[in-house]
């Protein structure tokens, strides 16, 4: 006799519970009962999934043959519910219910939440890089880290800029340090080889850092040497201590820094039409972009020209405005402390996926700041109406021109930056705003004094 099964049927947020027997398991059985449980499923418009032993959604079509696997699945869970759900699609897309919005919108909650207080734990720590400037004093630093560490973990190989190896001559033919001890030059890191950055600086060894890694980074231990930054957290002093419980810990929390992908796309027409893409009044840009992923901002602006600079501004290949003024800043959440905020800025927490955008100097006083969110595709053209030519630089780096009818195309990038916290991502950064900007300090008031009244 055939074994029955439960099948959960999940449509537009409303769930229920079918029995139906083994044997009759099949595609046009479940749908059958999908029509007959729901009067709106709509066979026509609906895909079924079903969900399998990773908890992972599976479509299913007629002509799988996914019947042993979803069989499977119940065998190897120990458990007699089978999970199907339709999926509307709408002009090619899957749609969702309110009430389905609604729970995914909640479980995002949750998610983001989790993500920002959970503890992670870093891969095995093989292969450091230490980042600092080409300074004697840095680099006296830079050997009293790296000669630790070395003998410290006899299985960590330590990597260290090019310019110290004078700083290392006496103790380079170690037999431990010929074995331990590499030198890196700027254009052969490759971001598969480390495991972890440690940075000796300000917040500009981190920008250094990041402009170093323009895909793929590895999470960045950062120290200051009693100056406090936004990125810099950790107090040297203290280094051999953070870095013994960051290598042998269980785990450490982080900041997960987003950082904009910009590409930009030069006004040259090319004789074959099929590699152009169209452009802003008119013009052809070609699909040939250069490429930079930024942790702090970029930042458009007049050179200079005595003139104001007229920029296009672009939402998902929708124009929303033109803005007359002396530049624009798009910053990410970490550089929302940075330029964006001497223009006028907002203070966002950096765990936040947004794309500030920050008009410098504008011509109307209506052009105020925006906060959009960070999967928006920005689109910034300096129009062939523009009375001047414009200059664009990114994280303060790689200052270029931008002529009539270039643009840049800026999206959320897919490498983004992982900094070790000290105390968590929340205290570290009001940390920084209480100690580094003074962030709403004032002299207190005298108490109030009744006898005055009497």
């Not at 170093?212 to 040497?225: I, K, N, R």
């Not at 803005?323 to 959440?333: E, P, S």
Request: include cysteine; charge should be negative.
């Amino acid at each position: 006799m055939a074994a029955s099964l439960n099948l959960k049927l999940t449509f537009r947020g409303e769930s229920t519970y079918v029995i139906i027997k083994e044997n009759e398991l099949n595609f046009d059985q479940v749908k059958h009962q999908f029509s007959k449980e729901f009067e709106t499923f709509d066979s026509e418009k609906c895909k079924i999934e079903w969900k399998d032993q990773d908890n992972d959604w599976i479509i299913w079509k007629r002509d799988d043959d996914s019947l042993n696997n979803i069989l499977k699945n119940v065998a190897k869970n120990d458990q007699n519910t089978l999970k199907f759900q339709a999926i509307e699609t709408i002009n090619g897309r899957d749609s969702l219910s309110t009430k389905a919005l609604i729970r995914r919108y909640i479980n995002m909650l949750d998610e983001t939440r989790d993500t920002a207080e959970r503890i992670v734990q870093l891969d095995i720590m093989r292969h450091i890089m230490i980042i600092t400037k080409p300074e004697q004093k840095l680099a006296n630093y830079t050997r009293e880290v790296t000669t630790w560490l070395i003998e410290s973990y006899h299985q960590i190989h330590v990597y260290v800029d090019r310019n110290f190896m004078n700083v290392f001559e006496m103790i380079a033919e170690r037999e431990e340090y010929q074995r331990q001890l590499h030198f890196w030059n700027a254009n052969d890191v490759k971001s598969d080889n480390i495991d972890l950055i440690i940075t000796l600086g300000g917040d500009g060894t981190i920008l250094y850092s990041s402009w170093m890694f323009q895909s793929d980074m590895p999470p960045l231990l950062s120290f200051h040497f009693g100056s406090l930054g936004f990125l810099t957290v950790f107090d040297f002093n203290n280094h051999r201590r953070v870095l013994r419980n960051v290598i042998d810990g269980g785990g450490v929390r982080v900041n997960v820094r987003s950082r904009l992908k910009c590409s930009i796309y030069r006004n040259h027409k090319k004789v074959n039409e099929s590699n152009n893409i169209e452009g802003v009044d008119g013009l052809e840009i070609s699909q040939s972009p250069e490429i930079f992923h930024v942790l702090n901002d970029l930042c458009i602006d007049r050179g200079d020209a005595g003139n104001m600079l007229e920029i296009l501004l672009f939402l998902d290949g929708c124009q929303i405005t033109s803005i007359w003024a002396d530049g624009l800043v798009l910053a990410t959440c970490t550089g929302s402390t940075a330029y964006s905020l001497s223009a006028g800025g907002s203070l966002v927490h950096p765990d936040q996926n947004a794309i500030l955008i920050t008009p410098i100097a504008p011509h109307t006083l209506t052009a105020r700041p925006m906060i959009i969110p960070g999967f928006k595709e920005i689109r910034v053209c300096v129009p062939s109406t523009s009375r001047i030519t414009g200059w664009v630089s990114f994280d303060g780096r790689n200052r270029i021109s931008l002529d009539r009818g270039d643009s840049i195309v800026v999206t959320a990038s897919l490498h983004p930056l992982l900094t070790i916290c000290s105390e968590g991502p929340y205290k570290d950064w009001f940390r920084g705003l209480s100690k580094i900007l003074s962030w709403n300090e004032r002299v207190p008031q005298r108490p109030y004094d009744n006898s005055i009244l009497v």
